[in-house]
Structures are given as structure tokens and as C-alpha cells.
């Protein structure tokens, strides 16, 4: 079969050629998927390759659809490299890629025309915090989690447990959180994002009156320094939610806009398209959060606008020693200002985390200079299509994982904001339609995949809702009315999660069994450890030999409710509805087989 050239792929950056560390290049190369079976990368140093020089067989890293992608690990002794690559056909043909082209034959002279990684910097590296790679958020919606100080709850406060609507109030606060911290704490969580907290209006508080106050219905600064050092103690980092891409109404500089129009000193901390400001069917004559007139855009072009936040995320970071910041519409904002806002931040604590409320392919601010990570939405949707939509098939799924995979650069991957739902989403349980051995099977995934997982309050208890306001009730503290055996199971998954690297590690391959298209199977590995897991997406029982799909390791079932046997060379595994299995390999086997590849 002949090398299909149109679909080859490279360029040096990006998730494509770059700096995992001070000392290691990745670089990668797609290819036709099933075209090419073999791929040789020669690389070396373009002032002396006779001396520094090396041929490495690229490793298959994953497949999608239509792609293959490949993708080998290089330490240039000089921090400098140029290379190309020799493809091999499955007819034999061999082909070489270089910059500047395709040829027969290896390059001549061995600078020009081929690839350049022209030095490896460290000042270029992206170094996300190493703590988020072990990090479980819990994401908190601070007026729905628990009201701890009656006397500072709105005067018209509802009934805890009442029914949520879009505007009323139910008391949630700091010290609500604080009060349920061994709560989070046995439930195995070590990092919790809240909603925001600074003075606004609305109940989810992201019309912001004022970046740098509490809201007083929460607590205050004095409270917020309480809870970030008490969760401290308990190991729990704490990020903070910065809406910088608009403001609420309420916000001084534009009630001042308001009054006086354009003769207001702040004219030009907004983006006014009309004079004088008004709202007709809807469509403000400034630019606002989608079409929401209470919370017009903030003109981060203008440096007085760009100093006042810049000081807002800083201080929260120095005063209060939060541990990052979420970043909301953060694909709104221009580049320019992020990257200020990472200096400013970093300049204090380089380890805080600075996470973008982004949904789709996020690469321009994963570069380094902007974020260290952006909330995993593309995951997020694949997994609801195949555990809750059930719209896909268990190869489409791995497909879809492995796409996204290559999508970034190993470390972007490492720390991705991995999540099921949010404030913004259908509760997990209620797109499971209330299925709960499928919200497990769903959960189970999310906990055993590289990234930072993140559950959602009272997800782990068997919260349900739709759309907002539905999805943010209030936090059921009452154990009765709690599903228990729910909870049990994220605290067991949580400690699995903990207790095993290789399942938050990278190593990853998803095995196809396609005469069971709802079946999910992949395996976890690390230099010592190596796990199957089984994910049985159907309402049926499945009885399956799996000998021949298993490495031949001595394996063990350490968790599920599958049936494992396992006896010579025969493994057979009955696996009830929406059930699974988690298989552990024998540690002295580990070595002996080949992985299993998609």
C-alpha cells in the first residue's frame, strides 16, 4: 500500500514539536490511519550531526477516526535539534519527510531543509503545577452548600432544601464549608473550586459589584482567610472564580457610565456602541455576556481596566493565599491581557493554577504564557454521549479519547479540569435518567483517566437536576435522604485513585472487543503497575473468554461486581448490566507482554 502523503502531518510547536521539560523534546507525526506500519525519526545536532546523532523508532501513541498519530521522546545533548522522518509503507516503500519537503532518499546535508527545534529554553517550557496532576476537585456553589451563619443570610432567605429559582436566596457560607470540611476531607478531596464569592447582586454572584470584597452573605475576608487555612491544613488547595471578562451592573465605573453617559471618567472601561446606553427587544447598545444586559464587558484594552484586575488576581493570590484562580469566559478576553494576568499571578505563588473557562479546542492559550489548563469540555461531552446519551459506541468513545489526547501536549493532558457537570449543566444523574449503576459507570471512567477529576456538589450522593436553577439546589446534608451507597462508591474510587498511580498516570490503550459495541475496556499502566478495567455500558449481563484480549499476566479482580475466574490459560469474566471490573496484574509479571494497541 502506497504512502498516502496528503495526510501526513507535522509542524514544528504546539502538540506537535515541543519542550515536556528542560531536557525532553516530544515530537509527533500523523499519519494515514492503518497506512503506515512503521516510523523512523532521525534526529541530531545541525552544527555537528556527524557526532550527535540518533535513529529512534517512533512509538504508536493513538488512533481516531482517520487519523494514526506517532510520537517519540528526544533529550538533545546541546538542548538544540533538527530531524526528519523515514516512513515505511506496508509494501516496503520508504519515504522522507523532511520541512521542505518529500523524498527517496536520506538528506544529503544534514541542517538544511529538515525540521528545526532551534533550542530548548526553559523560559519556553510550560510547566503546569505538578499538585494539580493529584488533585480531586470539588466544585462548590457557595449559596447552595451550607448555610453555616444564619445572621449574615439575605433578609429574604428561603427554607434550606426549598425549591431553587433563578433569584432567591438560601444562606449558603464560608462557614458552612468550613463546617463540612471533614466532610470533603473523608470523602477524599484535595482541591476545591468555588463559584464566585466577591460582592454581586445575583445568587451565583457573577454580575460582580466589586472584585475586591466578599460578598457579606458569604462572610468576609477575615472568613475567607479561615477557610483557605483550615483547608490548608487538611491538604485541600482552593481556587477562586475570576470574572474578568465582564462585570455586573452594580459595578461602580458602570453605574457612573450609567448616570452620566459619555462624559463619565469610565466611558472607556466598556465597550459602548451607542450613545446613550439602552436596551431595545433584548440587544444592549454596549457589548455584555451574550445578551445579558446586566453584565456589560469589560474593556481589558484599556490599562486602567487592566490595573484594577490585575490587582483583584493578584491579591487573593498574596493576602489570602488561595491556590489559583478558574478563569470564566476566558476565550472572550484578549490574549494580552492574560498574559499579564499570568505574570502578575505567578509572580507570586509560580504553582497557582490558573484554569480557562474554554469549550472547544483550546491550544492558543496552552502555550505556556496564558493558562496552565482549560475546563475539559470536549471529555466532558464525550463522555455523556457514550454513559448517559448513549449515542456511541464503546469503539467511537475510544476513538474520541484518543483524538483528544493528541490534541495537546503531554502535560496540558496531565493537568486537564476533567469534568461531568457543573453549574452550567444537566446534573449527571438526570441525563443518566436516573440511572445510577451508569452515572458509576461514567464516574469510574473519570476517576481512572489522567487530568484533574472534578465532581460537582452532591453529584457523589445522588443529586439530580436540570438546567439551571435546577441544578444548583441546595446541598442535602440530611443522611437519610442521601443515597449512601453512592457515596461509598466515590469514596472507594477516590482512594483507588490515590493509592495506584498508574491510574491517574498517562499510560493508556483502550481494547476493542467489537462484537460487544457497548463493552468498554482499556487498560492503565505505569513502570509498576497495570490494571484492565471493564466497563459494561448495557443493559445485559455479558459472559465473555477474554483470554486471548488480556496480556498474559496473572490477573486479579480488586474491584466490581464481575465475576473473574481465572484458571491455566483460560479467563473468563461474567459482568452484570451497567456493571464493571477492575483487573490488577501481578507486579513481577509486569514486563513480560506486549500492550495492547488501538
Given at each position: 500500500m502506497t504512502i498516502m502523503l496528503e495526510a501526513l502531518y507535522h509542524r514544528p510547536g504546539q502538540n506537535w514539536s515541543y519542550a515536556y521539560n528542560d531536557s525532553t523534546l516530544h515530537i509527533r507525526i500523523r499519519t494515514k490511519k492503518g497506512n503506515v506500519p512503521q516510523i523512523q525519526l532521525f534526529c541530531g545536532d545541525k552544527f555537528n550531526w556527524d557526532n550527535y546523532n540518533e535513529a529512534i523508532w517512533m512509538e504508536h501513541l493513538v488512533s481516531d477516526t482517520l487519523f494514526d498519530y506517532w510520537h517519540a521522546s528526544v533529550n538533545p545533548?546541546?538542548?538544540?535539534?533538527?530531524?526528519?522522518?523515514?516512513?515505511?509503507?506496508?509494501?516496503?516503500?520508504?519515504?522522507?519527510?523532511?520541512?521542505?519537503?518529500?523524498?527517496?532518499?536520506?538528506?544529503?546535508?544534514?541542517?538544511?531543509?529538515?525540521?528545526?527545534?532551534?533550542?530548548?529554553?526553559?523560559?519556553?517550557?510550560?510547566?503546569?503545577?505538578?499538585?494539580?496532576?493529584?488533585?480531586?476537585?470539588?466544585?462548590?456553589?457557595?449559596?447552595?452548600?451550607?448555610?453555616?451563619?444564619?445572621?449574615?443570610?439575605?433578609?429574604?432567605?428561603?427554607?434550606?432544601?426549598?425549591?431553587?429559582?433563578?433569584?432567591?436566596?438560601?444562606?449558603?457560607?464560608l462557614q458552612g464549608v468550613i463546617d463540612h470540611l471533614d466532610y470533603l476531607s473523608e470523602l477524599g478531596i484535595n482541591a476545591v473550586y468555588f463559584n464566585p464569592l466577591f460582592l454581586a447582586t445575583t445568587n451565583h454572584k457573577y454580575d460582580t459589584s466589586d472584585y475586591m470584597r466578599i460578598d457579606p452573605h458569604f462572610g468576609n475576608e477575615e472568613k475567607l482567610k479561615e477557610l483557605v487555612e483550615a483547608c490548608h491544613a487538611r491538604g485541600i488547595r482552593v481556587l477562586l472564580d475570576g470574572v474578568f471578562n465582564h462585570c455586573g451592573r452594580t459595578f461602580p465605573p458602570f453605574a457612573d457610565v450609567l448616570e452620566k453617559g459619555e462624559a463619565s471618567e469610565y466611558a472607556n472601561w466598556f465597550h459602548i456602541r451607542k450613545w446613550p446606553l439602552h436596551v431595545v427587544d433584548g440587544i444592549a447598545s454596549y457589548d455584555t455576556f451574550g445578551f445579558e444586559p446586566l453584565m456589560p464587558k469589560l474593556?481589558?484594552?484599556?490599562?486602567?481596566?487592566?490595573?484594577?484586575?490585575?490587582?483583584?488576581?493578584?491579591?487573593?493570590?498574596?493576602?489570602?493565599?488561595?491556590?489559583?484562580?478558574?478563569?470564566?469566559?476566558?476565550?472572550?478576553?484578549?490574549?494580552?491581557?492574560?498574559?499579564?494576568?499570568?505574570?502578575?499571578?505567578?509572580?507570586?505563588?509560580?504553582?497557582?493554577?490558573?484554569?480557562?473557562?474554554?469549550?472547544?479546542?483550546?491550544?492558543?492559550?496552552?502555550?505556556?504564557?496564558?493558562?496552565?489548563?482549560?475546563?475539559?469540555?470536549?471529555?466532558?461531552?464525550?463522555?455523556?454521549?457514550?454513559?448517559?446519551?448513549?449515542?456511541?459506541?464503546?469503539?467511537?468513545?475510544?476513538?474520541?479519547?484518543?483524538?483528544?489526547?493528541?490534541?495537546?501536549?503531554?502535560?496540558?493532558?496531565?493537568?486537564?479540569?476533567?469534568?461531568?457537570?457543573?453549574?452550567?449543566?444537566?446534573?449527571?444523574?438526570?441525563?443518566?435518567?436516573?440511572?445510577?449503576?451508569?452515572?458509576?459507570?461514567?464516574?469510574?471512567?473519570?476517576?481512572?483517566?489522567?487530568?484533574?477529576?472534578?465532581?460537582?456538589?452532591?453529584?457523589?450522593?445522588?443529586?439530580?437536576?436540570?438546567?439551571?436553577?435546577?441544578?444548583?439546589?441546595?446541598?442535602?446534608?440530611?443522611?437519610?435522604?442521601?443515597?449512601?451507597?453512592?457515596?461509598?462508591?466515590?469514596?472507594?474510587?477516590?482512594?483507588?485513585?490515590?493509592?495506584?498511580?498508574?491510574?491517574?498516570?498517562?499510560?493508556?490503550?483502550?481494547i476493542l472487543l467489537r462484537e460487544q459495541p457497548q463493552l468498554l475496556v482499556y487498560e492503565r499502566w505505569d513502570d509498576t503497575?497495570?490494571?484492565?478495567?471493564?466497563?459494561?455500558?448495557?443493559?445485559?449481563?455479558?459472559?465473555?473468554?477474554?483470554?486471548?484480549?488480556?496480556?498474559?499476566?496473572?490477573?486479579?479482580?480488586?474491584h466490581g461486581e464481575a465475576k473473574f475466574q481465572s484458571k491455566d490459560a483460560r479467563r473468563q469474566i461474567s459482568i452484570p448490566s451497567y456493571g464493571y471490573s477492575i483487573l490488577q496484574a501481578s507486579a513481577d509479571l509486569l514486563h513480560q507482554s506486549n500492550r495492547p494497541i488501538l
Open positions: 545533548t546541546f538542548r538544540r535539534l533538527v530531524y526528519y522522518f523515514e516512513l515505511h509503507s506496508l509494501n516496503h516503500e520508504i519515504i522522507y519527510y523532511l520541512e521542505k519537503g518529500f523524498y527517496s532518499e536520506h538528506p544529503a546535508i544534514k541542517y538544511e531543509g529538515l525540521f528545526d527545534f532551534p533550542f530548548l529554553n526553559p523560559e519556553d517550557v510550560h510547566t503546569p503545577p505538578s499538585w494539580v496532576k493529584e488533585a480531586i476537585f470539588y466544585q462548590i456553589f457557595p449559596e447552595r452548600f451550607a448555610n453555616g451563619d444564619p445572621s449574615i443570610s439575605p433578609l429574604n432567605v428561603s427554607e434550606w432544601g426549598g425549591v431553587p429559582s433563578p433569584n432567591n436566596f438560601f444562606g449558603g457560607d474593556n481589558t484594552g484599556n490599562e486602567e481596566v487592566r490595573a484594577y484586575l490585575l490587582k483583584a488576581g493578584r491579591y487573593w493570590i498574596e493576602e489570602i493565599g488561595v491556590d489559583g484562580w478558574r478563569l470564566d469566559v476566558a476565550n472572550e478576553v484578549d490574549h494580552q491581557f492574560w498574559r499579564e494576568f499570568r505574570r502578575e499571578v505567578k509572580g507570586v505563588n509560580p504553582s497557582a493554577y490558573l484554569l480557562g473557562e474554554i469549550m472547544h479546542d483550546s491550544m492558543p492559550w496552552l502555550q505556556g504564557d496564558q493558562f496552565d489548563a482549560v475546563m475539559n469540555y470536549p471529555f466532558t461531552n464525550i463522555l455523556l454521549n457514550f454513559f448517559a446519551r448513549r449515542l456511541t459506541t464503546a469503539e467511537q468513545f475510544a476513538l474520541a479519547i484518543n483524538a483528544q489526547l493528541a490534541s495537546y501536549p503531554q502535560q496540558i493532558n496531565e493537568v486537564a479540569f476533567n469534568l461531568l457537570g457543573s453549574h452550567d449543566t444537566v446534573r449527571l444523574l438526570t441525563l443518566c435518567q436516573g440511572n445510577v449503576p451508569l452515572m458509576k459507570l461514567a464516574t469510574l471512567f473519570q476517576l481512572t483517566f489522567q487530568g484533574a477529576p472534578c465532581i460537582y456538589y452532591g453529584d457523589e450522593i445522588g443529586m439530580d437536576g436540570e438546567h439551571d436553577p435546577y441544578n444548583r439546589k441546595c446541598m442535602e446534608w440530611d443522611p437519610d435522604k442521601q443515597n449512601t451507597e453512592l457515596l461509598h462508591f466515590f469514596r472507594e474510587l477516590i482512594s483507588l485513585r490515590k493509592q495506584f498511580n498508574a491510574l491517574r498516570g498517562s499510560g493508556l490503550r483502550f503497575e497495570r490494571f484492565i478495567i471493564m466497563l459494561n455500558n448495557q443493559n445485559s449481563k455479558i459472559d465473555l473468554e477474554i483470554s486471548s484480549h488480556l496480556p498474559e499476566l496473572d490477573w486479579r479482580q480488586i
